[in-house]
């Protein structure tokens, strides 16, 4: 078995993307992270079929978040050894970010592939680094979208067109999002609900995080931590604040962050897989939640259903995913290549590839043993299911 993804852990890979798998691995793997899941080559179809190689997109990835983590492990473990945050180099920040957000533009990606979180101890150090390059591919995504809001809501006459566009401050709000959950950090171990206090100190963590920054950190930064939960119909918290208020850099990252988080499942019980987390960001019960423009685009950007993924038709039968579908990422381009019984077909029996948009006589039904169905469900969900007066766990706090 070839590893399809690389498998990391703190901002280190542990495991290279194509490594053939050993007994010996397997067997770590099993001891350290049990309840991990990888995902593995088909071997019997990789000298058959045509894949999309996707390498590049995981190469950015891995070094833009890499990067980031490493940085977030770094204050973490100050924290942990009770120095004060206000401390920080905030200009080797401000460089590092600056760096990641050039290397990103001079190597630009065409879909966001994130490796998941292996465990909690690590979270609030791998989250930050994906929310950031979400962040980041987003924002480069709709640079005309930011300039064009940035303008509107300053009160200067006109900004400079490359400070307008400038990401830097994105990426340092986006880096510090959670900073305000280190004090609070057990409580991912904790499988339990909240307490009253727990939940008002979770509640609290934006406007904490950005006090425990130094003053000279970034102001624009600072805003968007104190603002990274706050809805664009002006449910969220802390403030409630509407979206027409929200500055465009807290849009952004309100959706990267909503969709990590949510998807992160070595972390969250509650956790879901990315095409259900996607549904229900775009067309489903939590689409009022985010900018519409921004979700337009980030959707096209996550790819649910990784190249190699099988996925079981409505007639049984088995397709793989050989291209993504990046104007609708839930109907991948598939081949046919295994009956209803599971068995692989002879090559002269290999069926496509076909675009499941294309094809509506073939319709995906499972992903693994998830059932998938919803995709097809593209009327638009108008009324958000109420959610609780009191969160009761960190999932809740986290999404919608």
């Known amino acids: 078995m070839k590893l399809f993804d690389a498998l990391m852990l703190r901002g280190r890979v542990l495991l290279h993307a194509g490594r053939e798998l050993t007994q010996e691995d397997v067997d770590l793997l099993r001891i350290k992270y049990a309840q991990l899941s990888v995902r593995v080559g088909e071997p019997i179809l990789d000298d058959v079929l045509e894949f999309e190689d996707d390498s590049h997109d995981r190469e950015v990835a891995n070094h833009a978040t890499g990067t ?39 190597n630009r990606p065409t879909a966001a592939l994130l490796n998941s979180c292996l465990d909690t101890e ?29 303008d509107r809501q300053t009160i200067a006459k006109a900004l400079r067109p490359d400070f307008a566009i400038s990401l830097t401050p994105l990426g340092l709000g ?4 959670d900073i305000g959950m280190l004090p609070l950090e057990a409580l ?36 968007i931590i104190k603002t990274h939960h706050e809805n664009f119909d002006g449910t969220g918290y802390p403030d409630g604040m509407p979206g027409n208020k929200l500055h465009i850099f807290t849009r952004i990252v309100r959706i990267a962050d909503a969709y990590d988080a949510a998807t992160a499942r070595h972390v969250y019980t509650h956790a879901k897989s990315p095409a259900q987390v996607l549904w229900e960001m775009t067309v ?17 950007l996550i790819q649910p259903f990784p190249i190699g993924a099988k996925l079981t038709l409505t007639d049984g039968r088995q397709a793989v995913v050989v291209r993504y579908n990046r104007q609708n990422p839930f109907l991948p381009v598939v081949v046919i290549a295994f009956d209803r019984d599971g068995n692989r077909l002879p090559n002269d029996k290999l069926q496509g590839p076909y675009s499941l948009e294309q094809r509506r006589d073939l319709r995906a039904r499972l992903f693994g043993e998830e059932d998938i ?20 766990t960190l999932f809740e706090a986290a999404f919608p």
């Open 68 to 106: 980031i983590v490493r940085a977030m492990t770094h204050v973490r473990e100050r924290f942990a050894a009770r120095a004060s945050l206000r401390e920080l180099n905030v200009g080797a920040l401000h460089a590092s970010v600056g760096q990641v957000v050039e290397y990103i533009k001079g």
């Open 122 to 150: 690590s979270y609030l150090a791998e989250h930050p680094g994906n929310v950031f390059y979400l962040s980041m591919l987003l924002g480069s995504a709709v640079r005309e979208y930011v300039a064009t809001e940035r």
């Open 174 to 177: 986006a880096m510090f999002l």
């Open 188 to 223: 991912y171990q904790a499988d339990r609900p909240l307490t009253g206090a727990e939940w008002r100190a979770v509640f609290d963590h934006p406007n904490a995080g950005a006090d425990m920054l130094p003053d000279e950190f970034s102001p624009l930064g600072k805003m």
């Open 284 to 300: 489903g019960p939590y689409r009022q939640y985010y900018d519409p423009v921004l979700m337009k685009v980030f959707a096209r």
């Open 373 to 392: 169905s919803f995709i097809y469900r593209n009327t638009l969900v108008d009324t958000p299911p109420p959610r609780p007066a009191i969160m009761t």
